[in-house]
């Protein structure tokens, strides 16, 4: 007797669903070779094809449709025999993208404090430009991202709200006042750097990276060093024991946009949202703190709509 092993049933079902083998691999948490040898391997033992290579993107022979529809009550059955003996649901990994900007936040112990709600849920970050992670988001290799930028984005977002770039310093730094400025920075996909070159730039100021690193550790210890200056939002500061440079003879810096975006669709929204809303608790100030006092930060981002 043929046995199909259930793993190559699921990674067919996974394929046609996101209708993309990108997108199966990574809600499987595979590689995409992974997935191509996998089907391959089913339509082996099968005998025959499953996918019609002649038609765009993920299409179904009419066979195929028949050994997916079976696939799919094979694996409810599959899943309801783990599950009567209270074996453990199937982990889900939520791919979640942070900026540098806000490395070294309390993300962490949020994440810790979800999983006591959600036990099944793995997390895998990554922190890239805001392009790329958006671009993540629509071809579903993100499932959440933090972005900061120095406009509103185009998308929508689940939470947004304006935070206000700011210069720190340390008690030792030291600026050349005709020599270019010394840039700390989280590299070149970083919003804050990309907020003060554009700054410097506009007064026609230089700018000398000195020093970059993906540790906010190391980037807090260079500035406290006097290596040089960076922008951080104003919110952020308090967390570090650097300080903003008020007066700082540089140039103004603009309000940012620092948002929460999340996919569409997909299996456990319920969660998704709910760790959206809980990574804005700890990210987006109550009050943000300026000349003029101190203001609320509202929520500009389109309420959810509930039920």
């Given at each position: 007797m043929l046995n199909i092993p259930t793993e190559l049933l699921?990674?067919?079902?996974?394929?046609?669903?996101?209708?993309?083998?990108?997108?199966?691999?990574?809600?499987?948490?595979?590689?995409?070779?992974?997935?191509?040898?996998?089907i391959k391997r089913l339509q082996f033992l099968l005998g025959y094809e499953l996918l019609d290579k002649s038609a765009p993107g993920v299409s179904l022979l009419p066979r195929g449709e028949m050994v997916v529809t079976h696939?799919?009550?094979m694996l409810s059955i599959n899943d309801?025999?783990?599950?009567?003996?209270?074996?453990?649901?199937?982990?889900?990994?939520?791919?979640v993208g942070i900026p540098g900007d806000f490395a070294g936040v309390k993300i962490p112990a949020t994440l810790a404090q979800f999983r006591k709600r959600w036990p099944d849920i793995r997390f895998s970050?990554?922190?890239?430009?805001?392009?790329?992670?958006?671009?993540?988001?629509?071809?579903?290799?993100?499932?959440?991202?933090?972005?900061?930028?120095?406009?509103?984005?185009?998308?929508?977002?689940?939470?947004?709200?304006?935070?206000?770039?700011?210069?720190v310093r340390s008690d030792a730094t030291q600026l050349?006042?005709?020599g270019p400025v010394p840039l700390v920075s989280f590299g070149?996909?970083?919003?804050?750097?990309y907020t003060a070159v554009t700054a410097l730039h506009r007064i026609g100021r230089d700018c000398d990276f000195v020093f970059t690193s993906r540790s906010i550790a190391s980037l807090e210890a260079a500035v406290?060093?006097?290596?040089?200056?960076?922008?951080?939002?104003?919110?952020?500061?308090?967390?570090?024991?650097?300080?903003?440079?008020?007066?700082?003879?540089?140039?103004?810096?603009?309000?940012?946009?620092?948002?929460?975006?999340?996919?569409?669709g997909g299996d456990n929204r319920a969660a998704l949202e709910e760790l959206a809303d809980a990574v804005a608790e700890v990210l987006r100030p109550?009050?943000?703190?300026?000349?003029?006092?101190?203001?609320?930060?509202?929520?500009i981002a389109p309420a959810r709509a509930s039920g």
């Open positions: 699921r990674t067919l079902v996974a394929v046609v669903d996101l209708r993309s083998f990108t997108k199966a691999a990574a809600s499987l948490g595979v590689t995409q070779p992974a997935v191509s040898a996998q696939a799919r009550r309801q025999i783990v599950q009567l003996n209270g074996g453990r649901p199937t982990a889900q990994t939520l791919r970050a990554t922190a890239a430009s805001l392009e790329n992670m958006q671009r993540g988001l629509r071809q579903g290799d993100l499932d959440l991202c933090v972005s900061i930028a120095s406009s509103k984005p185009a998308i929508e977002a689940t939470h947004l709200w304006i935070d206000q770039a700011v210069w050349d006042p005709g070149e996909d970083c919003s804050c750097r406290l060093a006097g290596l040089g200056v960076m922008v951080l939002p104003r919110s952020r500061v308090p967390q570090t024991a650097l300080s903003v440079w008020e007066d700082a003879p540089l140039p103004e810096l603009p309000q940012l946009y620092c948002g929460i975006y999340l996919r569409e109550r009050l943000l703190v300026t000349d003029g006092g101190a203001a609320a930060i509202p929520n």
